[in-house]
């Protein structure tokens, strides 16, 4: 065959391409370097990771499955901040955000955060320069329905002056329009939902009116509106009431801590035994 030999060069130029390792990705932060060195493809045991560097001195590491970095302002002055995050891999789960500031005078750990199975997105929710953090929080996920149906509800983080902190109550209208659109899903869906996937809209509805500080608002709405034309859903509603409220304000704060280490992610408290 007269074109073998351009065929056979072919192949080995895409065998060679498939095979080739990801190239590591550099990010400038001030002064220091960061390389992200991603997963070889082909080998799921392996660990992406990103070094941070001063010269030939690391300042910090980070490994997992995934490992991405971004510049993100999310405190007045200075630099932005750098964001390291991580996937878990596998299904419904998990990713976690390390947020580093130079501010200090050294890098220092200002948040780790369990984005869960959502993530978070940056957003400048109040024009001032600096990003908050928005959560679809899972606190919700299988409470009384399948994830596949489960509600989200809707928090900020942002800075407070000392650490990012749950500012959820200062930007109430991300929480109210999630619930808007969970009882437009539930008052449209009422004669052709099913059971389980009412019970989620209205659980999704009336947590995330809790934390747009509208709990009382929200009972007065579901009486007048849902009830009158569902007891089964007024009578789940009064079992699982108690249940909601309590599973609505395991809230952000508790997903994020602020660590200084040389490594990430921490050890576990039985490595560490």
């Not at 997963?39 to 980070?62: D, H, Q, S, Y």
Request: glycine share 8%; with cysteine; charged share 15%.
């Amino acid at each position: 065959m007269k074109n073998a030999p351009v065929l056979l060069a072919a192949l080995l130029s895409l065998f060679s391409a498939a095979s080739a390792e990801p190239a590591p990705q550099v990010l400038k932060w001030g002064n220091l370097t960061v390389t992200v060195t991603p997963r070889p493809a082909e080998n799921f045991e392996a660990e992406a990771r990103a070094v941070v560097k001063n010269g030939t001195r690391t300042v910090l590491t980070v490994k997992g499955w995934n490992v991405a970095a971004e510049l993100q302002p999310l405190r007045p002055g200075g630099l932005p901040e750098l964001v390291l995050s991580t996937y878990s891999g596998g299904a419904h789960c998990c990713v976690t955000y390390y947020a580093f500031t130079q501010d200090t005078g050294s890098v220092d750990n200002l948040a780790i955060i369990e984005g869960g199975n959502y993530g978070v997105r940056f957003m400048d929710l109040n024009g001032d320069g600096t990003k908050e953090l928005l959560f679809a929080s899972d606190t919700l996920a299988y409470y009384d329905w399948s994830f596949a149906t489960s509600p989200a509800l809707l928090t900020v983080l942002g800075w407070d002056g000392v650490r990012l902190a749950d500012r959820t109550r200062a930007y109430a209208y991300v929480p109210a329009q999630e619930a808007a659109r969970n009882l437009r899903d539930l008052l449209n869906g009422l004669g052709s939902l099913s059971a389980e996937e009412l019970r989620a809209r209205l659980g999704g509805y009336y947590a995330n009116m809790i934390l747009a500080g509208q709990g009382t608002q929200a009972e007065q709405v579901l009486r007048a509106q849902v009830f009158t034309k569902s007891a089964p859903l007024r009578d789940w509603f009064r079992q699982h009431r108690t249940g909601l409220i309590n599973a609505t304000y395991a809230q952000p704060e508790g997903r994020v801590q602020a660590v200084n280490s040389p490594t990430y992610p921490l050890p576990s408290p039985q490595e560490g035994q």
